[in-house]
């Protein structure tokens, strides 16, 4: 690496770029309700926390546990369970803006085209929505664009240390979740644009020379990857991946479908969460000086994307982000070449570079309105539905939660039910009532057709008080046991966002009657 030779302004502009990156990230952290996955992962980490015999728990349903291991430090710095893992992805976002700017630094030299990267990343609307999530994407996406960084490295340099750092950083991605496998083949992507026969050595001579690295890196990060056969579920990673991926045989039968389907979505998820801007920018790094490097990174993050297109069952926008991560590179060497472009497109320099700017202005205002306003700005349907709309959504939880714990009396025991058996219920309200041994929250399956058993069982223990927790849509009590419906003393219902129908899912609060 180049020394860094830094002037006054660009280390003040260096030190905005970072408070920016903090304040999209932490300002309102916790305005959007907790997400089923979230309650789910942050559930598993409160009870590793507990039970050390269960640090494996993930695997149980085929999911790595290194984000989980990850956050439970954070549980005793920050006492909101979903501000502390959510805390969790936007150090894991911090660490994939530092991998940004190091690695166009490495490509370029230059610290104007770095801080331009490290703008990018900062105001994306993409990164700036999924960094503030308590999700594994985040965490994924930083090894990945690090695995770039030290394998351009070890390619320009052949030296064993840095392929020994991929390896750990390889291994790191599969103990993430399964798509860090694509990490491996990128390194074949990049040699080719950045290997060079080595003065006085063959071709085959400069070649070998690569064989013991990357073999290291191959060890080491299967090494890492197979401590997950400790746990007693290390099989269901691979099955639980066929829950969401076509087979290689099933592709052969359909191989149009889904790719046509999920390659559209695909291009209309990144028109908006990267924005017209980015995306234009990212086709303009072609005709810049920089064109080889740009299509390196374009074909990087074409080969994932691509592949999920193909064999993808279960398509949603978070599961691209660490393959759009990369194109954040091509972009940025777009706009430090502006003067480079300028001069092939024969514009005026000053209207033009006027123009960039504020057309700059709008994923920087899209950021902002997904910080204050995310469930009625532009957003993918699939993301609106999913973490505003649906029973996915946590609308209300805190607040259940927080009732409960205002409830606590000496000598008597609240019995909470809930639809589901795990994710956003009953997993949304256990993550916030841990702590209280007065309150059990339990699932009781869904849909609820009529007062669960067990909720009738607490009943007669004049010690307990008993609740019930039901999305409107998953409450079928009243039309299947009209009378039961008498028994429910409705405490508070919870509006979540307005579909665009005009219908509206409610997450409804009762406790139960004894007479």
């Known amino acids: 690496m180049p020394k860094l030779k830094i002037t006054p302004t660009q280390a003040i502009l260096g030190l905005l770029i970072l408070g920016l990156y903090f ?25 590793m926390q507990n039970e050390p ?49 190091s690695l166009v630094y490495l490509l370029t030299k230059k610290i104007n085209t770095t801080l331009i990267a490290g703008l990018l990343y900062t105001i994306t609307p993409f990164f700036v929505f999924f960094d503030r999530m308590s999700l594994v994407d985040s965490l994924l996406a930083m090894f990945g664009i690090w695995s770039l960084f030290f394998g351009i490295l070890f390619i320009k340099t052949a030296r064993q240390d840095y392929a020994m750092i991929l390896g750990f950083i390889l291994g790191g991605g599969l103990l993430t979740k399964s798509p860090a496998i694509f990490f491996y083949p990128w390194q074949l992507i990049l040699f080719p644009f950045f290997f060079k026969i080595q003065k006085g050595r063959t071709l085959l001579g400069s070649l070998i020379k690569y064989i013991p690295g990357y073999f290291a890196a191959f060890a080491i990060s299967q090494g890492m990857y197979n401590i997950l056969r400790l746990g007693p579920n290390f099989h269901l990673v691979n099955s639980r991946n066929t829950d969401y991926l076509y087979s290689f045989a099933e592709v052969l039968k359909h191989p149009t479908f889904p790719l046509f389907y999920n390659l559209d979505n695909t291009l209309s998820w990144l028109w908006v ?20 490097t740009a299509i390196a990174f374009i074909l990087i993050s074409f080969l994932p994307l691509m592949a999920q297109a193909l064999i993808a069952k279960v398509y949603t926008p978070r599961y691209l982000l660490f393959a759009t991560l990369p194109l954040i590179i091509p972009a940025s060497l777009a706009l430090g070449n502006l003067k480079y472009l300028l001069k092939r497109w024969r514009a005026k320099r000053r209207l033009l570079q006027g123009v960039i700017v504020i057309l700059l202005a709008l994923p920087l205002y899209q950021s902002l309105q997904y910080i204050t306003v995310p469930e009625t700005t532009n957003i993918p349907a699939r993301m609106r539905n999913g973490y505003f709309e649906e029973w996915t959504a946590g609308w209300g939880q805190k607040q259940v939660a927080d009732y409960l714990i205002t409830q606590i009396k000496p000598g008597r025991k609240m019995v909470v039910g809930t639809e589901g058996y795990f994710g956003t219920l009953p997993d949304g309200l256990q993550i916030y009532t841990q702590e209280y041994p007065e309150i059990l929250v339990i699932g009781t399956g869904l849909p609820i057709k009529d007062i669960p058993i067990q909720l009738k069982q607490a009943l007669t223990d004049p010690a307990n008080d008993v609740y019930l927790v039901v999305n409107k ?23 979540k966002t307005i579909r665009p129908d005009g219908s509206q899912e409610i997450l409804q609060f009762y406790k139960l009657r004894r007479s």
């Open 23 to 47: 304040a999209l990230r932490l300002i309102n952290l916790d305005h959007i309700p907790v997400f089923v996955d979230e309650a789910i992962y942050i559930r598993w980490a409160q009870i």
């Open 53 to 101: 015999t269960l640090r494996f728990l993930p695997l149980s349903d085929g999911k790595q546990p290194l984000f989980m291991w990850v956050m439970i430090p954070f549980f005793k710095l920050i006492s909101d369970p979903l501000l502390a893992g959510r805390s969790l992805s936007v150090l894991a976002g911090f660490g994939s803006l530092l991998g940004v700017g």
């Open 273 to 292: 969460l990267l924005t017209p801007v980015i995306f234009i920018a990212i086709l303009a790094a072609i005709f810049t000086k920089y064109k080889k």
């Open 473 to 495: 849509s998953r409450n079928w009590i009243e039309r299947q046991v009209p009378d039961n419906i008498k028994k429910l003393k409705l405490i508070e219902e919870y509006s």
